[in-house]
């Protein structure tokens, strides 16, 4: 399985994604967005930094249990509540992202909505990964 991460010179550099993504010999598995539920279905953190921790925590779990990892990310959308909020917190939200995924940077989006399913939710996060063939 090959992802080859592809940012073109003449477009500006990317900061926490890549401009696109080529996946050869995988399959791919999509991953519903997740927010910062916890078991009981109830969301946790009371900020965006923990709120995107605990999104990503969820969507990497469901990620393991398809037999991908972290690394398999080639896709990413991030929808967000309060796009000026995650913006003042975009440091501490690219340390927790190099903390749970490391220096991979699938392609991605940020999109602003008015709300999410859970009115608490300020953070939904949804994927496509291509996971080796076993």
Known sequence: MNLDRINPDSLARP????????????????????????PEGAIVGGGIVAQFERA???????????????????????YLVDIDDYRAHAKEIGGVW????GAHYPAAAGIG??????????????AVAAVPET
């Open 15 to 38: 900061s926490g994604f890549s401009h696109a993504v080529s996946v050869t010999g995988a399959r791919l598995v999509f991953l519903a967005g997740q927010t910062a539920l916890d």
């Open 56 to 78: 990503m925590s969820n969507l990497l779990t469901a990620l393991h249990a398809a037999g991908g990892r972290p690394e398999h990310l080639a896709q990413l959308t991030i």
């Open 98 to 101: 190099r903390e749970l995924i």
């Open 113 to 126: 909505v008015h709300r999410l399913w859970d009115p608490e939710a300020l953070v939904e996060v949804q």
